[in-house]
Structures are given as C-alpha cells and as structure tokens.
C-alpha cells in the first residue's frame, strides 16, 4: 500500500474518512473537547499534520513544472478535501444544536464532554509509549498549561474583521491538537457564540474571514507540530495528553456565575465563573444539580469514545 510522509499507510476508505472529519467537525464545535483528538483515535492525526506540512513551496513547483495531479498527489489533496468536507458538514450542522443544548442543558452536555475527555486520555496514553520521568513531566507541563488557560475568564470582545482573523488563526492551532480546544479558546476570546451564530445564520463573509485566518494559522502552526512529531512523538502526545486531562477541571458541570456580558443576540451570558460542589449547587444558583442525567451523560460520553475507538480502529478495506 502507497504510504505518506508519515510512514503510515494512507487512507483510502473515502466514505470512512468523510465520517471521521464529521466526528472531528463535531468536537470542534464545543468548548473543552478537540478535533484533534479525535483525529488521533480515528488513526489519521500523523497523515492529517504531514498532509497539510506538505502544502509548501515545493507543491508551488510541482504545480507549475508538472501540472495539477504531481502537486495534488504531493500534498495528498483527496485525504484533505474529503475530511475537510466532512468537518464542514459537521459544523454546521452541530452549531445551532450546541447553541440550544449550551442554553438549555449546560450541566449534562458539560458531563459529557468530561466524559469524551476521559475517555480521550486513555486511548491517548498508547500513543506515548512506556512511562518514565520525561513522560511524567511532559504530562504535568501541559496540565498546569491547559489549569493556566482555563483559569482566565472569557471576554466580551469587540468583533472586527482584523480580529475574527486573528481569532481565526488562534483557534485553529488549538483545533488540530490533540488536548485544546479552538472551541474554547474562542470562549475565551470571546467570539464563541458570535461563530456559532454566523455558522447557523450562514453570514458569508464573517465566515470568509475567520476561515482566512484558519488557514494561516493552520499552514504555519503544521510545521510546528509536524518537527515536533518527528523528533519528540512521545513527549509530545505525553504533553497533549496533560493539557486534554485537565480540560476536565475548565468543563466542570456546576458552575456560578460572577459576572455576566450580553451577547450579539442580548442574551446575558457568563463571563466569570466559579466551580462548586453540586451539593451546594442548588443553594448558591436555584438550579437543579440534575446529579443522575449528569452521570448519565458522563458515561454517554465515554462510551461515544469508546465507540469511535471501536469504529475507527477497525480496518476497512
């Protein structure tokens, strides 16, 4: 079988590679939960990053000199256009049910988005091979980086153009590691739900701009991660996998509220939060710990990465 940049086999089952950039598209949707991890339990995050590296001056070269098919065989052209197709799909389809879950049943969905985290980190932990104080260490740098940048408190940002493009940019680093979430640090910048709604109301050029700066960012950020995989694989899945466990902490169920922003919609949304214990949870807000759909839904979440492991590791030929 032909083989990629990155030694492995590449990925010829379109239909199969359509439903994992589906599956990526929909953990990008949400905050705290990464495509990339999904692209490395679907067994593509290796082909995905030496994939879009490849996207260089050499292709430039190829294109020219030898014509279309030599550069769209060198960056292997099909693999990203049918994922990207179905990360596409998938996002658009995910926004407006993530927006009315979030507003709706934000103590469940946050429950199981721990449960797709932890489930993430276990199937994660094979891809770093045996433990040793490097692996320990990698490990807790990328907690206390993911507890950092958890601990900041959203923005209500001013939204330009200029800086949709820089958020763009940002998030799509975050959105193709295994471990941080575009969607969350899109949260932070405070263009989350401003996305979601472009992406449901369907507002071209919003959507133009942010999908811009994806691409730079996209295009620089893979050489860095494509070194970093070559020399460093299992220190850096060790890392990845530290910044993804403790993502668990930022998506914490029960949650008060300090301060609040109004929304492009004038909907007031948390800016500043508080985590608490749900036996407290009902005093402090008047809410409902909905402590049994809560467990539900975390064991919902780690069977659909149970699941998706079972799927994707499969071969299909």
């Known amino acids: 079988m032909v083989e990629n940049k990155s030694g492995k086999p590449l990925q010829k089952n379109y239909p199969l590679l359509l439903l994992k950039g589906m599956a990526m598209g929909a953990a990008d949707s949400v905050p705290g939960v990464s495509g990339g991890t999904i692209a490395v339990i ?3 995050y290796d082909e995905l990053i030496y994939s879009i590296r490849s996207i260089d001056t050499r292709a430039l070269k190829l294109l020219i000199s030898e014509g279309i098919k030599p550069a769209w065989d060198y960056i292997n052209g099909t693999f990203l256009v049918v994922l990207l197709c179905g ?4 996002l658009r389809i995910s926004a407006g049910i993530v927006l009315v879950l979030l507003d ?3 103590e469940p969905l946050m429950a199981f988005f ?5 489930s993430s980190c276990w199937f994660l932990k094979a891809e770093f091979g ?3 104080g490097k692996i320990v260490l990698a490990i807790a740098l990328g907690m206390t980086l993911t507890l950092l940048v958890g601990s900041l408190s959203p923005q209500s940002a001013s939204v330009s153009n200029w800086y949709l493009y820089f958020c763009g940019l940002i998030a799509i680093c975050a959105m193709i590691l295994p471990g941080l979430s575009g969607a969350f640090l899109l949260l932070l910048l405070g263009v989350y739900d401003y996305m979601l709604g472009a992406l449901v109301s369907l507002e071209i050029v919003t959507i133009a701009v942010f999908i811009a700066g994806c691409v730079t960012g996209l295009l620089l950020f893979s050489r860095v991660l494509a070194w970093a995989l070559k020399h460093y694989r299992n220190l850096s899945y060790a890392f990845l996998s530290g910044m993804l466990l ?5 998506l914490w169920p029960w949650q008060m509220a300090l301060s609040y922003y109004t929304d492009r919609e004038g909907q007031s949304q948390m800016l500043e939060k508080a985590n608490v214990w749900p036996g407290n949870y009902e005093s402090l807000t008047g809410l409902d710990p909905q402590l ?9 979440g ?9 799927l994707f590791r499969d071969p299909v030929d």
């Open 42 to 44: 679907a067994r593509i």
């Open 87 to 90: 990360i596409v799909v998938s």
């Open 104 to 106: 709706n049943y934000f």
């Open 114 to 118: 721990i449960g797709l985290v932890i």
């Open 130 to 132: 045996r433990w040793n």
């Open 246 to 250: 403790a993502s668990a902490y930022v």
């Open 292 to 300: 049994v759909l809560v467990l539900l839904c975390l064991v919902g």
């Open 302 to 310: 780690c069977v659909v990465i149970v699941g998706f492991n079972k």
